[in-house]
């Protein structure tokens, strides 16, 4: 950030008008500069080849931003190694059986999701067991009315059948 910042002095007091930059402004630049790598910093604060060898008044950050992604793409395409970029591999080929987990949408998930999928998956089935139970409940108290069963219910101010209730599970 450092660097950014002497460079960025550096390229707005080559400008006639350089007092008029803000604070927010150089701040903006300092940010700006400071994502490229050190190479294109240094290329965009050039005094020939730079930002302010291609712009008459303070630069805006679209220029900056336009020409440090030139300069970045041309330095990478000079940096990018000769020769075949595929290389073969060859080691002798060992698979191994990795377990597959698919979602239901036939996504494939690691082993950490599935896991945390079937634990909710089981939170929610035991949620609605106790659902279930405590709608069975409620019938019992009402005589098989869920409004009055609410009611007595609200009036005892149960919130969970008792332990000894035991489901009707004839016919499930």
Known sequence: MRHSRKLVDAIVRRYPDYGKATDEYILGLIEVL????????????????????????????????????????????????????????????????????????????????????????CKMCDGMKRAERMLEYVKHLGNGSLLDGWIVLQERGETEPPSEFQMNIIGR
């Open 34 to 121: 400071s994502t490229y790598p050190v190479e294109v910093q240094e290329e965009l604060a050039d005094i020939r080849i730079g930002i302010s060898a291609r712009t008459k008044f303070l630069p805006t950050h679209f220029e900056i931003v336009e020409l440090g992604n030139e300069i970045e793409q041309r330095l990478a395409h000079q940096n990018r190694p000769r020769g075949p970029l595929l290389v073969r591999d060859t080691r002798p080929y060992n698979p191994q059986q990795i377990p597959v987990y698919l979602d239901r949408y036939n996504n494939r998930i690691s082993e950490r999701e599935a896991e945390e999928k079937a634990d909710a998956y």
